[in-house]
């Protein structure tokens, strides 16, 4: 084999693990918001929620990383997995709020403070690890090996910057305001004129919703190159490989 075919050849293989891993992230982003829609319900929350919150805390990660020159793969694989790790722990996440923060409210204060700086901080903590600890199941094929060292080395930084920005949208949502409404603006939309100006009277959108594009993109702003690397072509495990260790 010459070196131009093995160079192709190196090419293709790099190419079809990129697929199969896109597939396997499309897969995982269908199945948890199924699960998320499906469950919610029963908490008494909206079965979109983890769609707007998942699809929000993503778009504005994916934003982030644009803007830093992150490659297109890259991003959409981190953007997959945000939404999907989102959606599998978000019924789990509304389930503790409802039922910690009435308890807080009885026992401690019923103060709005007092209640923000619980969710800002132990339930904030509860997020976070959950949220870590799916992110690691999605990128590694439900392979829960390395989960405790995934959640261990990231806990605290991702803890303070949640903790810090969605700090207002804890403390409203652990007091009663579950949505957030946007009246009297324009977005563009796309016509045979070309891009025109579409009004939109209101648009009421859930409170976690509202604050997860801009927190997604500020705590990706602020990562550094300390960013677990990830091999996206050439040594990336495959699925099965991944369940085998």
């Known amino acids: 084999m010459s070196l131009e075919d093995k160079v192709q050849d190196r090419e293709s293989k790099g190419f079809m693990k990129k697929a199969g891993r896109l597939a396997w992230k499309l897969g995982m982003a269908a ?9 919610l319900p029963m908490l008494g929350a909206s079965a979109t ?12 990660g994916g934003i982030a990383r644009a803007i830093k020159g992150k490659p297109l793969f890259d991003n959409l694989d981190k953007a997959l997995t945000t939404y999907s790790a989102v959606n599998a722990i978000i019924p789990h996440m509304v389930w503790l709020e409802h ?7 009885k026992y401690v204060s019923d103060a709005w403070w007092v209640k923000g700086l619980y969710a800002s901080t132990l339930y904030n903590g509860a997020f ?5 600890g799916a992110e690691h199941l999605v990128d590694n094929y439900l392979n829960p ?25 804890y403390t409203m949502s652990a007091n009663g305001i579950s ?3 946007f009246e009297n603006f324009y977005v563009p939309k796309i016509s045979a004129q070309g891009i025109v100006p ?4 209101r648009l009421a959108l859930p409170t976690f919703a509202a604050g997860a594009a801009p927190v997604g993109f500020a705590i990706n702003m602020l990562d550094k190159a ?7 072509g050439y040594g990336m495990p495959s699925p099965a490989h991944a369940m085998a260790h």
Do not use: C
């Open 145 to 169: 090996r390395g989960i405790t060292k995934t959640i261990g080395s990231q806990f605290g930084d991702l803890f303070w910057k949640a903790g810090l920005f969605f700090s207002p949208f």
């Open 226 to 232: 300390k960013e677990r690397a990830k091999s996206y």
């Open 99 to 105: 039922a910690t923060v009435p308890l807080v409210a």
């Open 128 to 132: 976070v690890g959950s949220y870590l």
């Open 179 to 181: 949505s957030i409404a």
């Open 49 to 60: 929620l983890g769609i707007w919150v998942g699809g929000s805390f993503a778009i504005g």
């Open 198 to 201: 579409y009004y939109i009277d």
């Open 31 to 39: 199945a948890t918001t199924a699960l998320s829609a499906y469950t």
